[in-house]
């Protein structure tokens, strides 16, 4: 018997999120294991009067590019890639991935050559995305691999991440939107503050957001979604942060995350496990040693690490930073091809003050 969680799933990415009109080019893509997935959103499109582009991935495809591809061929944009970016109405994207360390041996120089190569097109996205010209959303599928990742059975993962989406609700959109009105709250009372303060074990860092957008992250652009973010000003961070997650980029998991900034910059940073991969990272451009993005998770139906960022960086009582790229509709200047969430808990032991004044203890929002 299909899985009712999936089509609801798909009919709130197509309705809610990316509130599909007719006549609107939507493309879908995601990995061809995830075909239940991306046929209910197919299906959904077309009930709405939208023209669906599907793009179904092979797994392992990838790979084959970095252990066979030259330097022109990593660099070189698909024009039907470019094509999606720059004209369609929608984008609706699927995570599904077989295997989530299968990047961990390529030379990092290569991954951030093809990243680099792609440093405009995200521009673009960014750009249409923050005037209202293109919506779009990214989910992920339930695969064994996600599920060995967060130590769970595949059963047992179905369950989490569909429990953290609300899909075993009747009617998902109706919840979203009452947790879209309490989100909206607090990104109002942040709306005319500066400083915020962060105090947590091996944590003393400030950041300044005065004049900068809070965005209302409640199922418009990630699902399961649950945060409020903005983009922080550009020389303001100092300080230093002991993140409490292992974070993973392009397949590899850096642990013990520490970084130390000076007027906006990280001047410092080391890490437990694949130190080196983390700084050359940061030395990709020159803005990926500026936060692109300061975010409080706000969704407590995820509670624990599963080693997903689309999940980790929600769990409720933690807050996250992004190095590189920020997003434009928060009034954020840092361009960058690299765009890095990097996780902080909160909820044993932290204070966060803005401009002085006590905003959450322990993960807990007290205002």
């Not at 041996?105 to 190569?117: C, E, F, I, N």
């Not at 920020?326 to 909160?346: A, R």
Request: glycine share 10%.
């Amino acid at each position: 018997m299909a899985d009712q969680r999936i089509d609801r799933l798909g009919k709130l990415m197509v309705e809610y999120s990316v509130d599909v009109q007719p006549g609107q080019v939507i493309e879908i893509s995601g990995g061809a294991n995830a075909s239940v997935l991306l046929q209910s959103v197919y299906k959904h499109v077309l009930k709405r009067g939208g023209y669906p582009v599907l793009r179904p991935t092979l797994p392992g495809t990838t790979e084959l590019m970095f252990a066979h591809g030259n330097d022109d061929q990593l660099q070189y944009l698909s024009p039907i890639d470019t094509w999606a970016i720059e004209n369609a109405d929608g984008l609706i994207r699927v995570m599904s991935e077989t295997n989530t360390r299968s990047l961990t041996g390529v030379d990092p120089s290569r991954q951030q050559l093809a990243q680099k190569a792609r440093g405009e097109l995200r521009k673009t996205m960014l750009q249409r995305a923050g005037s209202g010209e293109l919506a779009w959303v990214l989910t992920l599928f339930p695969t064994e691999a996600y599920a060995q990742d967060a130590e769970m059975s595949l059963a047992e993962y179905e369950d989490f991440v569909y429990g953290a989406g609300l899909l075993d609700d009747p009617d998902p959109v109706a919840r979203w939107r009452e947790i879209s009105v309490e989100q909206q709250r607090l990104c109002d009372w942040l709306s005319s503050r500066n400083e915020i303060r962060v105090k947590a074990e091996g944590t003393d860092f400030t950041v300044q957001v005065g004049g900068r957008t809070w965005i209302n992250a409640d199922g418009q652009h990630n699902f399961p979604d649950g945060e409020i973010f903005t983009g922080p000003i550009e020389n303001s961070a100092n300080g230093h942060v002991s993140f409490t997650f292992p974070s993973t980029m392009n397949g590899r998991s850096v642990e013990g995350i520490k970084l130390e900034f000076k007027d906006g910059k990280v001047v410092n940073a080391s890490a437990d496990k694949n130190e080196e991969y983390l700084i050359s990272t940061l030395d990709t451009d020159e803005g990926a040693r500026y936060l692109g993005e300061f975010a409080f998770g706000t969704n407590n139906g995820i509670q624990s690490y599963t080693g997903s960022t689309l999940f980790d960086e929600k769990i409720g009582g933690t807050l996250h930073m992004a190095v590189g790229a920020g997003y434009p509709q928060t009034g954020s200047k840092n361009e960058s091809s690299v765009h890095w969430d990097i996780i902080l808990d909160l909820r044993n032991g932290s204070e966060v003050h803005v401009d002085g004044e006590l905003f959450s203890k322990d993960g807990k929002f007290v205002i």
